[in-house]
C-alpha cells in the first residue's frame, strides 16, 4: 500500500487544520494506521491511531481533546482533525499503516508502511 499525508499548512496558534493519508493500491480499511509527528531535532513520536476493524482509536496524551482521527474506508483515507493547535504541535507529520494492527500500537516499529510527511507549522 502507498500512502499520501496532506494537509498541512502554516496557522495560527488556535487555528485548526485537517491532515488526510490516502491510500493506493490496496484497500486501507485491512491497516490500522497511525499519525507520527516529528519537529526537528528531535525523535518522531506517536500522535494517534485507528484500528482496522473496529474503529478504535488512541491518542498521545499530549493531543487527547484536541485531535480526532478517523477514517472512510469509502474513499481509502483517513483523517487527523487538530484544533486548538500550538506552537509545540508544530512539525512534519507522517501517517503510517500497520496491516490488521490495533490503536494500541504505538511504536515506529509497529508500522509497516509511511506516507511522506506534511508541514504544519503554527505560529504564536
Known amino acids: 500500500v502507498q500512502l499520501q499525508a496532506s494537509g498541512g499548512g502554516l496557522v495560527q496558534t488556535g487555528d485548526s487544520l485537517r491532515l488526510s493519508c490516502a491510500a493506493s493500491?490496496?484497500?486501507?480499511?485491512?491497516?490500522?494506521v497511525g499519525w507520527f509527528r516529528q519537529a526537528p531535532g528531535k525523535e518522531r513520536e506517536f500522535v494517534a491511531a485507528?484500528?482496522?476493524?473496529?474503529?478504535?482509536?488512541n491518542y498521545a496524551d499530549s493531543v487527547k481533546g484536541r485531535f480526532t482521527i478517523s477514517r472512510d474506508n469509502a474513499k481509502n483515507t483517513v483523517y487527523l482533525q487538530m484544533n486548538s493547535l500550538k506552537p509545540e504541535d508544530a512539525a512534519v507529520y507522517y501517517c503510517?499503516?500497520?496491516?490488521?494492527?490495533?490503536?494500541?500500537?504505538?511504536?515506529?516499529?509497529?508500522?509497516?508502511?509511511w506516507g511522506q510527511g506534511t508541514l504544519v507549522t503554527v505560529s504564536s
Open positions: 503510517a499503516a500497520d496491516p490488521f494492527g490495533t490503536a494500541q500500537a504505538m511504536g515506529v516499529r509497529s508500522y509497516d508502511y
Open positions: 493500491g490496496r484497500t486501507l480499511s485491512i491497516y490500522a
Open positions: 485507528i484500528s482496522w476493524r473496529s474503529s478504535t482509536t
